[in-house]
């Protein structure tokens, strides 16, 4: 990402000024940010769900910012997983059904592979159920599958763990990570949380990233 | 496999929403069974009248309104006109231009159920002509053949004896002193003539009470005694024509120049005439379902672009998970055209049961018969505008989707 700059409309002032920010592929990278720091604006923009007013996003090697929505879009559905605070499953589908429209938007909804995330994650018995019918760490735990089952390339959690307590977030954590790390995928997670950014070898403050706070 | 997705998140939703779904597809069910029933009876009553003429052309009667002439005499249905002197029937019979006349008597009644004096070539004469269940034409004065529903509704049999009541509603203070033996029972025919008795006409002439005016001065009756034919009068005469060209002779020489008989010809154009005068009543039927058809329609909309405000996260789920504007304009365009398939089946299904009801009634009120089942240009007009009016429906909340943009509403 370079010189990357994102203004909303209703505000005065850019509300993310980044120069640069680098992600490896496989690396994890935390990042810390407050509430309305930009934080999901940031993850909005490099998901290519925003376009930035000037500056680069390349993902793989392409730049988001050159495709049209529906490039971005089916880009997005075939090498980016997202992880919502609040999980964001679809509330009308079970967990299986929520697994194979995301592979299936990406273009895979291989019945295998969400069988094996459901053996992996425990939740076999709960294929049938409606989110409502989920506890929390389970929701968490289909949360997560979703984002790896169409295998992407790069993760982004926002606040992953802001809706669990500390015994379920860094359980959360854990899951996130090894799968992230078994699918090859690279993380970028966003918290709040310093106990959960502290367990990353590289983050950031996004406040010391974003020159538009300075 | 992209459709597959897009129809899995469709039919979930409907489920989510099953009850608003399901109001919605009644209106439209509703709408359009109210729309295929009367388009069914409009395009069977045409037929069926013009149908049901037993293969006569005209009738003359007296003086009076042809509509009036035709109802009463083909589908037993008003009042006489009046009657017309057996001179006129004469007359007409010997007419080189007329194949074939049958006199006809109105006036009794056994339980509501017409009595109709005639002669008993009515029954041979009568096209597609009338098979007996039971016994055959009536021989003498005092008997009587008895249409299939009258047979089956009152319970008469053959040999029962019956006596008739005056006038053409059922007045059981009105009841005549003779009675008539049932010797005949018709099979039914689907038309009027199922919902009436025949006697001859002689019969008619000779109940007690009935005054003739056949020339104007009155005669009764009395047993034993003939009837001199200046004293006989009918209510009309059935005529079969040799030519259409003889009709507008006939047309000419008594309606144009006569003053005493009216003839009711053509036959069809009359019942024509007849739905003509119905027509604005049934284009207000028509309208008034359109319209019930059109606010189904838009509440189908309503009810879609309502849900859409709930479903912000759930569309920018999607949109997160990699879904374009376009696949989510298709759930909603899919869920509207689903509803409305759906509140079309369910019409035809309603339209059916309205349908088998109305020709109930219908056969019980006139004894003509309706075929719920008969196809008409209908069936394909109102589902396929039912259909498109549901397309039409989806296109505002499909448009509201595709419009809306996605980090808003998923983090919002």
């Known amino acids: 990402m370079a010189q990357v700059v994102k203004t909303y409309r209703a505000c005065d002032g850019p509300i993310l000024r980044i120069p640069s920010l680098e992600l490896a592929a496989r690396q994890e990278l935390g990042l810390k940010g407050k509430s309305g720091s930009g934080k999901s604006t940031l993850l909005n923009l490099i998901a290519g769900i925003l376009l930035p007013d000037s500056g680069s996003i390349e993902v793989d090697g392409r730049d988001m910012t050159r495709l049209d929505e529906a490039a971005r879009d089916g880009w997005r559905g075939r090498r980016i997983g997202y992880v919502h605070q609040s999980f964001h499953l679809l509330p009308s589908l079970t967990v299986w059904e929520n697994l194979w429209v995301a592979a299936a938007l990406s273009g895979q909804g291989k019945a295998e592979r969400i069988e094996s995330f459901l053996e992996r994650l425990d939740l076999q018995d709960r294929r049938n159920f409606k989110p409502s019918r989920l506890s929390l760490g389970q929701q968490q735990r289909v949360a997560v599958a979703r984002a790896l089952v169409h295998h992407p390339i790069l993760v982004l959690a926002d606040e992953p763990t802001g809706n669990l307590d500390a015994e379920m977030a860094q359980t959360a954590l854990e899951l996130l990570r090894s799968m992230c790390r078994e699918s090859g995928a690279a993380l970028l997670l966003v918290s709040h949380d310093p106990a959960i950014l502290s367990q990353f070898e590289h983050s950031h403050d996004l406040s010391e990233l974003n020159q538009a706070c300075s | ?412």
């Open chain 2, 1 to 412: 496999m992209l459709l597959r997705a897009l129809w899995l998140v469709t039919w979930r939703s409907l489920e989510q929403h099953r009850l608003a779904g399901s109001i919605t597809a009644f209106s439209i069910a509703l709408a359009t069974s109210l729309i295929l029933t009367v388009s069914s009876l409009q395009f069977q009553a045409v037929k069926v009248f013009s149908g049901q003429t037993g293969g006569y052309d005209a009738v003359l009667g007296a003086r009076g309104s042809s509509l009036q002439l035709v109802l009463c005499s083909l589908y037993h249905l008003e009042n006489s006109p009046g009657n017309l002197s057996w001179d006129k029937v004469l007359a007409i019979r010997q007419e080189p231009l007329v194949s074939r006349a049958i006199p006809f008597a109105l006036g009794d009644n056994y339980l509501g159920y017409r009595i109709v004096g005639t002669l008993s070539e009515y029954f041979s004469a009568w096209e597609p002509g009338f098979a007996f269940a039971q016994g055959g034409p009536f021989q003498a004065e005092s008997q009587a053949v008895v249409g299939s529903w009258v047979a089956q509704r009152t319970g008469l049999r053959l040999g029962d004896r019956f006596h008739p009541f005056h006038g053409l509603n059922y007045d059981a203070g009105a009841q005549h002193e003779e009675s008539y033996q049932v010797v005949g029972i018709l099979e039914p025919t689907n038309t009027p003539q199922d919902r009436v008795i025949f006697i001859p006409l002689e019969g008619v002439f000779r109940m007690s009470g009935h005054v003739l005016r056949g020339q104007g001065q009155e005669f009764v009756p009395r047993a034993g005694q003939p009837i001199p034919e200046a004293a006989q009068e009918v209510s009309g005469v059935l005529l079969k024509l040799k030519s259409p060209q003889a009709g507008m002779h006939l047309d000419q020489l008594i309606n144009r120049q006569g003053h005493s008989a009216t003839l009711a010809w053509p036959i069809a154009r009359i019942v024509s005439e007849l739905f003509l005068r119905l027509e604005w009543l049934v284009q207000l039927m028509k309208l008034t379902t359109v319209l019930i058809l059109v606010v189904a329609a838009a509440s189908v909309s309503a009810s879609l672009c309502n849900t859409l405000q709930e479903r912000r996260r759930e569309f920018a789920i999607l949109r997160a998970l990699g879904a374009r504007r376009l696949f989510l304009s298709a759930v909603i365009g899919l869920e509207s055209m689903l509803i409305t398939l759906l509140g079309t089946f369910g019409g035809f299904c309603l339209y059916l049961g309205l349908m088998w009801l109305v020709t109930r009634w219908l056969r019980f009120q006139t004894g003509i018969q309706f075929d719920p089942w008969a196809l008409h240009p209908g069936l394909v007009a109102v589902p396929a505008g039912a259909l498109a009016l549901g397309f039409l429906s989806g296109l505002l909340p499909t448009m509201l989707v595709y419009r809306r943009t996605l980090a808003p509403d998923l983090h919002g």
